[in-house]
């Protein structure tokens, strides 16, 4: 006889659930982090809840019963809107309600363009302070953060968004090297490559009617601003986003090699999340952020 509970055991419901989707109880238990004994524990007090088995073992392996294959596809979709929907509307306490998280996938962007201006955004916004994080992996909705700023990525969460720019490639070299120097000088000088970016060269290339085979290969980096300061001293030439680099070219440190500007296709976005403690103020920022990339554009284009 099922035991009487006065609520409905739902950690045990989630555990269960859990094992449904992995297929048992040792992957359920790394997929919670919790221990295999507790998963275990859990499961025991939800079929005592209910009144029968969840699941059997079939020798060395352990399967969903009837019954237990009949809940899990009845209970799982509802507890994941509960999940998201907690997690969407999750309001953190901050100590600074005056502050905004931004998480971007784009590094180099953050180090030579976006973080150097911050301080007209918070003068702008009577001293809001922006922190910036930098983060490759796709983000969740229990990720701390109000804006992503990306080329790449996502959101999987309600979200307002902005399109911030849309990206031109361009070659650079130190003035010494290659002032007065046309795109032929791309077969000589060593071109350096940038392993997070591996469709920057490939698109380049095709634009100017090049292959691997008529350029020289120079050294590897990680992101673009490790590859700044070996451009900037170096005989080597680097492919680059011109919105990174256009201030360097305006300050007289890095030239652009006449004809060497291509469309990258990638659309620079900034997404602004419901879930925001301060709401309004990220989606300024965006804005704000917005206009930023237009004017570089602009100054780009003269």
């Given at each position: ?75 799982s979709e509802p507890l994941d ?184 296709g990638m659309q620079y976005r ?20 917005a206009r930023l990339c237009k ?8």
């Amino acid at each position: 006889m099922a035991a009487e509970y006065d609520e409905v055991p739902l950690n045990a419901v989630r555990a269960f659930v859990t094992i449904a989707r992995e297929g048992s109880v040792t992957r359920a238990a790394n997929a919670l982090g919790i221990t295999q004994s507790s998963v275990s524990r859990y499961l025991a007090v939800l079929q005592e809840y209910l009144g029968t088995d969840l699941v059997e073992r079939r020798g060395r392996r352990s399967e969903l019963t009837q019954f237990g294959r009949l809940f899990a596809n009845t209970v799982s979709e509802p507890l994941d809107t509960v999940c998201f929907t907690a997690k969407r509307m999750r309001r953190r306490n901050r100590s600074d309600a005056n502050r905004i998280v931004v998480r971007t996938s784009l590094s180099t962007f953050a180090y030579s363009f976006l973080i150097p201006n911050l301080q007209a955004f918070s003068a702008e916004m009577d001293g809001v302070i922006v922190d910036v994080i930098s983060s490759l992996s796709p983000p969740t909705s229990s990720d701390n953060f109000d804006i992503l700023i990306t080329r790449d990525l996502s959101v999987i969460e309600p979200a307002d968004d902005w399109e911030i720019y849309n990206e031109t490639l361009v070659c650079v070299g130190s003035p010494g090297h290659v002032a007065g120097k046309t795109l032929s000088i791309a077969r000589s000088m060593p071109l350096l490559n940038i392993t997070s970016r591996p469709d920057i060269m490939p698109t380049w290339l095709r634009a100017m009617n090049l292959t691997a085979r008529d350029i020289k290969s120079g050294a590897r980096y990680d992101h673009n601003y490790l590859a700044l300061p070996a451009v900037m001293t170096g005989k080597c030439l680097l492919v680059a986003p011109e919105i990174i680099v256009g201030d360097l070219v305006r300050a007289g440190a890095l030239h652009v090699i006449p004809g060497s500007r291509a469309p990258s296709g990638m659309q620079y976005r900034a997404y602004a999340v419901d879930r925001s403690d301060n709401p309004e103020i990220a989606r300024a920022f965006c804005r704000w952020v917005a206009r930023l990339c237009k004017k570089a554009a602009i100054a780009e284009a003269a």
